[in-house]
């Protein structure tokens, strides 16, 4: 096994080292001078060009926060609706797909039980399904009506980390592809498809903060809990960050829309209460800011991820970790890694395996 994890301490670290390989492995054949090649729905372009009227994704754990970053995505530049919900609430609801719905199941397993029994049902109803998975050949893509896989390489530790990754960027070359197909053409998808191209060259600087996210880790391991606190685009990650937190390191953890702070969650702050707050220079920059100073009257300690040469972020937090500057649509990819490591280094310093979190399984093939 020592070999098999290529010289790292755990599969987890190498995994989220390898991002950088995955993400252009992902986007290999998909993704060229900023335009979506991807070829996987070519079956479907007719469905989409004549009857597509409606995208529902299904998705549970870390696939369902890709899915929730690609719902930000397609709300902002699609004229079709995106609707989400987890699979085990989804294949109970009653889901309103009918066959003008392109159903949207991501699993990096493909083996879900709960996303399977969704696109039977949402199949029963006549939608379309296409799936997005790691497993060549696994149940999920076998049944949908398209497939495209993320080409990363197995993902060995329980808690996903590249295969997170690759799913946002996939998403956005299908989300892409689906816009062009139903809008033609748009600049600034363009330039947000040109940053996925650019993203394993952020990914290289981003994972050398390792060290500095080891010391925030030192500093924050005491805590009982932590609120991870975000706004559009940084709302999904905000989730994530919270689950990856709980799944490895045990701390009880949970994500908000900063917004919704003042209608409960805030009462839970105090020295004792931390919030990680996602906070890219976007067009919501000034809404978080307020959240951080409402947090900051509270006592309560604040942890930062921010846009580089942000001057002002020192006085409004406690600690903070920088990444490079991209499209506000890709911050999501961009910090991912900081939240990934951070809770990874949470659990080495608890003493715990992150490969192997209690009660949680890989692949979760009984409801
Ligand atoms: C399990 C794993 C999670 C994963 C979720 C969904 O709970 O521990 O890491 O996100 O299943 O898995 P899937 O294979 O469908 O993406």
């Given at each position: 096994q020592a070999a098999e994890k290529g010289g790292y301490d755990h599969f987890m670290l190498k995994e989220m080292n390898e991002q950088p390989e995955a993400l252009k492995a992902a986007i290999t054949g998909r993704i060229k001078n900023g335009k979506s090649i991807l070829s996987e729905i070519n079956n479907l372009k007719e469905f989409i060009t004549e009857k597509l009227r409606k995208i529902f994704v299904v998705a549970c754990g870390t696939s369902y926060h890709a899915?929730?970053?690609?719902?930000?995505?397609?709300?902002?530049?699609?004229?079709i609706g995106v609707d989400i919900e987890v699979a085990s609430e989804f294949r109970y609801m009653n889901p309103h797909v009918d066959e003008n719905t392109l159903v949207l199941a991501i699993s990096q397993s493909g083996e879900t039980i709960d996303t399977l029994e969704g696109i039977r049902i949402a199949k029963e109803k006549g939608a379309k399904v296409i799936t997005i998975s790691n497993v060549f050949g696994s149940t999920i893509p076998r049944e949908s009506h398209g497939a495209i896989y993320m080409n990363t390489g197995p993902e060995i530790g329980v808690a996903a980390t590249k295969t997170y990754t690759a799913q946002i960027a996939i998403l956005y070359a299908l989300g892409a592809k689906i816009i062009e197909l139903t809008q033609g053409s748009n600049d600034?998808?363009?330039?947000?498809?040109?940053?996925?191209?650019?993203?394993?060259?952020v990914y290289k600087k981003v994972l050398k903060l390792n060290e500095r996210i080891k010391e925030l880790a030192r500093e924050y391991v005491k805590f009982q809990h932590m609120m991870y606190i975000g706004r559009g685009f940084g709302y999904p990650t905000a989730l994530e960050g919270a689950l990856k937190l709980k799944e490895i390191s045990y701390i009880h953890a949970a994500g908000y829309q900063a917004g919704e702070?003042?209608?409960?969650?805030?009462?839970?702050?105090?020295?004792?209460?931390?919030?990680?707050?996602?906070i890219p220079k976007d067009s919501l920059y000034e809404k978080m800011k307020s959240n951080l100073m409402e947090s900051k009257a509270r006592n309560a300690n604040i942890i930062a991820i921010t846009t580089e040469n942000n001057n002002e972020i020192s006085q409004l937090t406690d600690e903070y970790i920088c990444v490079p500057q991209v499209h506000e649509a890709l911050y999501p990819l961009a910090m991912a890694p900081v939240i990934q490591l951070f809770a990874y280094n949470v659990a080495i310093l608890r003493k715990l395996d992150p490969d192997k979190p209690r009660n949680l399984a890989k692949s979760v093939t009984v409801e």
């Open positions: 899915g929730l970053t690609f719902k930000y995505f397609m709300n902002r530049y699609s004229k600034e998808i363009r330039d947000i498809l040109k940053g996925i191209e650019e993203m394993p060259e702070l003042k209608h409960g969650p805030i009462a839970l702050l105090d020295e004792q209460f931390p919030v990680f707050a996602i």
